[in-house]
């Protein structure tokens, strides 16, 4: 039986790697062990503590914050750019927090696509927005789904800004129900759910006319400060809203929401049109089903995509009465799940339904994985303009420092182009049943992610093929593994610290032998490995030890296990 009580033993090494890795992009060795120690109570305050939200990212040509209006000679696209090398060097500096893995979760919930908003301030402003109420002040995800209605990204990509009281646009009305709030349960007609029906569709939309994105981004939400949509019409009259009654269905026990007052023209005020929108946000809210909609969400992105009638019965109806009764709160709501018995596979003494390492790694996460890992940052605001400039437009012989656009590019090839979801509903893997996160996976994905690493570990006699990466694997061992010339040592940090659980003895012979050490020949290694410590520039010693390291890394990275988390 899967229980939601709290697990209040220590973590130990397999919990805390466990809950580390779906909070985070990927542990240090250092921080599993710090939390090792730990009861998960003690965890989450850790992992949830509050931090300076970052400042604003300079576009580096011209130094300016791309969330103002650009100048006229900008390419939006290298401005979106930006925010996303920004963001990735976010996730790959998080540390301990969730910040990042969370405000992640929400851009694959309320999803968009960049090449449909092509705006970078829309994006970086929705990043934002969704950022900020991850943040315990905020933390509401009730009045984040207000807020989303009026999001600039969101106007523009689900044409929001074109539904109007005589030229009604459907698309946001229906996918804020199917996607973003109560969801459609089963399908009993042609348009028809046992959550909502095409009447409740056309009743949301005439709620939602109206609105449009604010292309100088001056327009800005009081509450949080950041820039949002507005309404169409000049001053306090709201001139493109419907200002008929909304009836919604029986599954919102036939509820209406209307003005209360219209004027002569047949025309409502701004302020009782955004009343209508709370309205409809609370009707929707006050069903039982949306909270356990977004909890279904929030299981499968943080611990397992497989839902059965236990689950549903013991983890999903607790977490949905904590996230309702707790004013729609991610952090009580997670704090929940994640200190849980079943979280950490505690409620019983099944093996077959371990949750540890059972989902799949998304490209971006064994990706960003891999920079945090062996401390290899993505552009960003901090250093030189020019220099970052020169790295967007795909230059690589900075060393030390990736080709953004290789990197992106290469997500693509591996089945996640970043902030441009191929569908409506966002990336498949969080949302397409039955497959969910096995569709991180097929024959061309996985030939793409080895690819990738062998970019960063070539095979013995190979050139590195050029993502302007620059990685130094010696220096880096030399700087992280002591006794690195001990072969059984140096292969226990990388297993350690890259693979999700322990491993037998068997597999641990596999990477030490399948292209590092030859059997029975430790001790030559151990010879050149000193030979490297006392001469590190030395080309021959170099091209000695350097075919060794890389082998022994890449097998890890291109093993079944580190596909896993």
Do not use: C
């Given at each position: 039986m899967a229980s939601i009580n709290p697990y209040t033993g220590t973590l130990g090494e397999k919990g805390a790697s466990h809950l580390l890795r779906r909070v985070t992009f990927g542990p240090t060795l250092e921080e599993i062990k710090q939390f090792?120690?730990?009861?998960?109570?003690?965890?989450?305050?850790?992992?949830?503590?509050?931090?300076?939200?970052?400042?604003?990212?300079?576009?580096?040509?011209?130094?300016?914050?791309?969330?103002?209006?650009?100048?006229?000679?900008?390419?939006?696209?290298?401005?979106?750019?930006?925010?996303?090398?920004w963001w990735l060097e976010r996730m790959r500096t998080g540390g301990v927090s969730?910040?990042?893995?969370?405000?992640?979760?929400?851009?694959?919930?309320?999803?968009?696509?960049v090449e449909t908003v092509a705006s970078g301030p829309a994006i970086y402003h929705q990043n934002a927005l969704m950022r900020k109420y991850t943040y315990a002040t905020y933390d509401n995800f009730k009045e984040l789904s207000k807020k989303i209605c009026l999001d600039n990204a969101m106007l523009i990509f689900l044409d929001s800004r074109l539904n109007t009281d005589n030229r009604p646009n459907e698309n946001f009305?229906?996918?804020?129900?199917?996607?973003?709030?109560?969801?459609?349960?089963?399908?009993?007609?042609?348009?028809?759910?046992?959550?909502?029906?095409?009447?409740?569709?056309?009743?949301?939309?005439?709620?939602?006319?109206?609105?449009?994105?604010?292309?100088?981004?001056?327009?800005?939400?009081?509450?949080?400060?950041i820039a949002k949509g507005l309404l169409i019409g000049d001053g306090l009259i709201a001139d493109r809203h419907n200002t008929e009654t909304k009836t919604f269905s029986e599954r919102f026990g036939n509820r209406s929401i209307k003005p209360t007052t219209v004027n002569g023209a047949g025309k409502t005020t701004k302020e009782e049109a955004l009343e209508e929108l709370d309205q409809m946000v609370d009707l929707i809210f006050d069903q039982e089903e949306t909270a356990r909609f977004i909890c279904r969400k929030l299981y499968r992105f943080f611990v397992y995509y497989e839902i059965n009638d236990e689950i549903e019965r013991d983890i999903?109806?607790?977490?949905?009465?904590?996230?309702?009764?707790?004013?729609?709160?991610?952090?009580?709501?997670?704090?929940?799940?994640?200190?849980?018995?079943?979280?950490?596979?505690?409620?019983?003494?099944?093996?077959?339904?371990?949750?540890?390492?059972?989902?799949?790694?998304?490209?971006?996460?064994?990706?960003?994985?891999?920079?945090?890992?062996?401390?290899?940052?993505?552009?960003?605001?901090?250093?030189?303009?020019?220099?970052?400039?020169?790295?967007?437009?795909?230059?690589?012989?900075?060393?030390?420092?990736?080709?953004?656009?290789?990197?992106?590019?290469?997500?693509?090839?591996?089945?996640?182009?970043?902030?441009?979801?191929?569908?409506?509903?966002?990336?498949?893997?969080?949302?397409?049943?039955?497959?969910?996160?096995?569709?991180?996976?097929?024959?061309?994905?996985?030939a793409f992610r080895y690819e990738f690493i062998q970019k960063f570990f070539p095979n013995r006699g190979e050139e590195k093929a050029s993502l302007g990466i620059g990685f130094d694997v010696l220096s880096f061992i030399r700087d992280n593994v002591p006794n690195a010339d001990d072969a059984d040592v140096l292969v226990s940090y990388f297993v350690d610290n890259l693979l999700p659980e322990k491993i037998s003895d068997e597999r641990f012979d596999f990477f030490k032998y399948a292209d590092f050490i030859v059997a029975g020949d430790e001790m030559q290694w151990a010879v050149s490995w000193r030979q490297y410590m006392a001469k590190p520039t030395d080309v021959d010693i170099i091209s000695e030890v350097l075919p060794r390291a890389n082998g022994l890394i890449r097998e890890i990275l291109q093993s079944p296990e580190f596909q896993l988390f």
């Open positions: 090792a120690v730990m009861p998960p109570a003690t965890a989450m305050g850790l992992i949830f503590k509050n931090e300076v939200e970052p400042s604003v990212p300079l576009f580096p040509p011209t130094g300016q914050p791309v969330s103002e209006k650009p100048l006229e000679d900008v390419n939006q696209f290298e401005l979106i750019d930006t925010v996303r090398g969730i910040r990042e893995k969370l405000v992640f979760f929400l851009h694959t919930h309320f999803t968009t696509k009305g229906r996918e804020f129900l199917e996607l973003y709030t109560i969801g459609k349960g089963k399908q009993v007609g042609p348009d028809d759910y046992t959550t909502f029906t095409e009447q409740d569709v056309k009743a949301a939309a005439k709620i939602l006319s109206g609105y449009t994105n604010d292309r100088e981004y001056t327009e800005i939400d009081p509450d949080t400060g999903i109806g607790p977490m949905a009465a904590t996230f309702t009764s707790s004013g729609y709160k991610l952090e009580t709501v997670l704090r929940q799940l994640l200190s849980s018995q079943h979280f950490y596979d505690m409620d019983d003494a099944t093996t077959s339904n371990d949750i540890n390492g059972a989902l799949i790694k998304s490209p971006l996460e064994m990706t960003v994985g891999l920079f945090r890992f062996f401390k290899m940052r993505f552009p960003n605001i901090g250093v030189d303009a020019q220099e970052v400039f020169d790295i967007y437009k795909g230059r690589s012989d900075v060393d030390g420092k990736p080709d953004l656009e290789g990197v992106l590019r290469r997500l693509v090839d591996q089945g996640i182009d970043f902030y441009n979801p191929f569908e409506v509903a966002g990336y498949s893997a969080y949302h397409q049943a039955p497959g969910y996160n096995r569709n991180w996976i097929s024959a061309n994905y996985l």
